[in-house]
């Protein structure tokens, strides 16, 4: 509960990594709900999805928006690929504050609401985390080192997961460690396969794992494309747009920097 009295609600349907084998066709997106109650609240619900890397700092931004304008919010979080082929099947998401700039220049073409508004809120930054505080050096080079599982990202849904492999692939290592990969759906069940001991190590976002216990890689921005994490505009809703300009302020570029982001 928040000072101003709404309450703030989680639904996430996290699964170990033998059932992700055996019912990997059943996952979706996992829904991060928050919604304002109480004396206030007023307009129709605001939906908005989010990256899953992005949880955090989006949580955060939606409770101060909340606070600042008494409108629902309801967040939806999953990989940028798969939220993408949602908003193309119907999903009625009114902004998507994507993990790549690909699928928002796509919606600018594709959705007459979206042109014009796309813009980067965030550039992310990978790093190779593990909680065992011995396992991960300094350099990486616990990847040359024999290891019984590695997490990433799937590569075909989630940009944190390319970048995982550009990683791999730069410093020679791909052959070697493919056919010990878990592949996460998006960077959040990434995180969940580390933290939850299914894998040893994983490449995550430095959001998820700053201030855990462990060792972490911080990666060199020179193995992997910059992940230029890009907001874009889905329906022509008041609310969609005040989001988008509360997104643009000082106030959440300063929030966004401290979740351990870069912005531009």
Do not use: H
């Not at 304002?36 to 928006?65: H, W």
């Not at 609401?113 to 813009?119: C, K, L, N």
């Not at 460690?177 to 994983?202: K, Y």
């Not at 329906?235 to 959440?252: N, T, V």
Request: charged share 25%; with cysteine; net charge neutral.
């Amino acid at each position: 509960m928040n000072r101003e009295g709404k309450r703030i609600g989680y639904e996430e349907n996290w699964v170990g990594y033998g059932a992700v084998l055996c019912l990997a066709a059943l996952l979706t997106a996992i829904t991060l709900f928050v919604s304002a109650c109480g004396t206030g609240s007023s307009g129709s619900e605001l939906r908005i999805a989010v990256a899953s890397n992005f949880k955090d700092p989006a949580t955060e931004l939606v409770k101060r928006f909340q606070e600042r304008t008494g409108r629902n919010v309801t967040v939806t979080l999953g990989s940028t690929g798969k939220l993408y082929a949602q908003i193309r099947n119907g999903a009625p998401f009114a902004v998507f504050l994507a993990a790549d700039a690909e699928r928002p220049k796509l919606l600018e073409k594709e959705v007459p609401a979206a042109r014009g508004s796309r813009f980067t809120y965030a550039v992310g930054k990978l790093v190779l985390w593990s909680p065992d505080p011995e396992l991960v050096d300094s350099e990486g080079e616990v990847l040359e080192d024999d290891f019984a599982k590695l997490a990433i990202a799937n590569p075909k849904l989630a940009p944190y997961g390319v970048a995982a492999e550009e990683v791999l692939r730069k410093k020679g290592v791909w052959d070697k460690v493919e056919r010990r990969l878990v592949r996460g759906e998006n960077i959040g069940q990434t995180f969940q396969f580390v933290s939850t001991g299914n894998a040893e190590l994983g490449f995550v976002a430095l959001s998820q794992a700053r201030g855990r216990a462990g060792s972490l890689w911080e990666v060199p921005k020179e193995l992997y494309t910059p992940i230029e994490q890009q907001a874009v505009l889905l329906s022509g809703d008041e609310g969609a747009r005040e989001f988008l300009e509360f997104l643009k302020s000082e106030e959440a570029r300063k929030l966004i920097r401290e979740f351990g982001y870069d912005t531009r």
